[in-house]
């Protein structure tokens, strides 16, 4: 690694259930505006939980160009593809003279497991009466199911069609590790730059927890069921946090050398440094592992634990997940300043890292650290100096970003206002 080799964030794009862009994204965000709201599909069935944070007026043949790739894109690789379109206009990267090879893709991602409702009309064929014949499946799927569905499904897709479009021909990756993708995936096209194998990187995550076919395989047993009040399911580090509520969304970022930003006069957002990583296999510890993450970013950074200004934590909602989080930063970060923003918008999957980093970003820009929703009540098993109420605007210029995800990979990253 060239030490010399700075790497620094010059554009971004979002698509969420705040809004789409970044400006749209940001004012929602001081607005504390809430995204969760009832979703009339799941209300009028008998699904256990009927609420959700679903994106608003996105329409991706706005960004998707050619519109025939539309055909050989899931809603996630949309949304990823629309994100990047976004972030790049952000960065004014097309007038740039990068050179193809000098540009690459890397995205966080996940499973994507297709529309509940392309599987329809082989589902019935398989029926014999009046029962699901598995016999049947092999034989009928080549006639019953989109020719190209696996193309349109593939997780990798995302940074293979972003990187097409946007002439990128040097590296290109896909990070699949569940919700911590996303902040993995920038630190490896962060480490592009560094190892001088790229001047400029498209980053981002993209994920959905909404689609039926993923919500059927994972189950809704850790979800909270405030059906009666979705508004206030969503509230990480609160003693009466009841799970988790599941939205949809991607980010994307743009990352550059320093000198390269520079030399070409891009608006310098916010400088990046290197993550720190662990892993709590199951049954271990995962305070401990997210210790482990933060004491790594702090160090790779080179700065000390008093100098972060807050944290956007990951803030699942969750009873276990919240306990160990915020166990870690009090004992890494002491009384440091907290934030959750899955409170206004859910939990995003594989998007959410990359769309709470852009609320990082923004509020080290803005010197504006959101305030947690629905934060009424501390709980005494979560140690944390949560945010809420005020936003906090005297924050000092280092911030922190957590995320982990449910199979217990942990990332931290500091990132540091310009």
Same mark, same amino acid.
């Given at each position: *690694? ?147 569905? *696996? ?5 990798? *897709? ?64 850790? *979800? ?195």
């Amino acid at each position: *690694m060239d030490p010399s080799r700075q790497v620094v964030i010059t554009g971004l794009g979002v698509v969420s259930p705040l809004g789409i862009g970044r400006e749209t994204f940001w004012e929602s965000l001081r607005a504390s505006k809430n995204g969760v709201v009832k979703i009339p599909t799941y209300a009028d069935s008998e699904m256990p939980v009927d609420f959700g944070a679903p994106l608003q007026d996105f329409d991706p043949k706005q960004y998707v160009k050619p519109r025939k790739a539309l055909k050989v894109m899931c809603r996630e690789i949309q949304t990823a593809f629309s994100a990047a379109a976004l972030a790049t206009d952000d960065a004014k990267l097309h007038d740039a003279d990068t050179p193809p090879e000098r540009k690459g893709a890397v995205f966080g991602s996940q499973m994507l497991y297709g529309d509940v409702f392309e599987y329809a009309d082989l589902f019935r064929e398989c029926i014999e009466d009046g029962e699901f014949t598995y016999d049947k499946f092999g034989p009928s799927f080549p006639n019953r199911m989109y020719p190209l569905w *696996m193309l349109k499904n593939l997780p990798n *897709m995302a940074a293979c069609h972003i990187a097409i479009a946007q002439d990128a021909k040097g590296p290109n990756n896909t990070i699949l590790l569940g919700e911590a993708s996303s902040l993995l995936a920038v630190d490896e096209a962060a480490s592009a730059i560094r190892r001088n194998a790229a001047d400029v990187m498209i980053v981002g995550g993209t994920g959905t927890r909404l689609e039926l076919t993923g919500w059927i395989f994972r189950g809704a047993w850790n *979800m909270s069921r405030r059906n009666d009040d979705p508004s206030v399911a969503c509230r990480p580090f609160d003693r009466d946090r009841d799970g988790i509520v599941n939205g949809e969304g991607a980010g994307s970022l743009i990352l550059e050398s320093r000198e390269h930003a520079v030399r070409r006069g891009a608006p310098i957002l916010a400088s990046l440094h290197e993550a720190g990583n662990s892993f709590a296999p199951h049954g271990q510890d995962l305070s401990e592992a997210v210790q482990r993450s933060i004491q790594a970013a702090l160090r790779s950074a080179g700065v000390e634990a008093s100098d972060i200004g807050h944290v956007n934590a990951h803030g699942i909602s969750t009873v276990l997940g919240d306990r160990a989080e915020s166990q870690a930063i009090r004992e890494t970060l002491g009384d440091v300043p907290v934030t959750a923003l899955k409170s206004q918008f859910g939990h995003l999957g594989a998007g959410s890292g990359a769309v709470e980093l852009i609320g990082t970003v923004l509020a080290l820009q803005n010197s504006f650290v959101p305030p947690t929703l629905n934060y009424e009540n501390p709980d005494p098993r979560c140690p944390v100096n949560v945010i809420h109420g005020q936003p906090l605007t005297d924050a000092k210029p280092f911030a922190l970003k957590l995320s982990q995800s449910q199979t217990g990979q942990t990332v931290a990253m500091v990132v540091g206002a310009e």
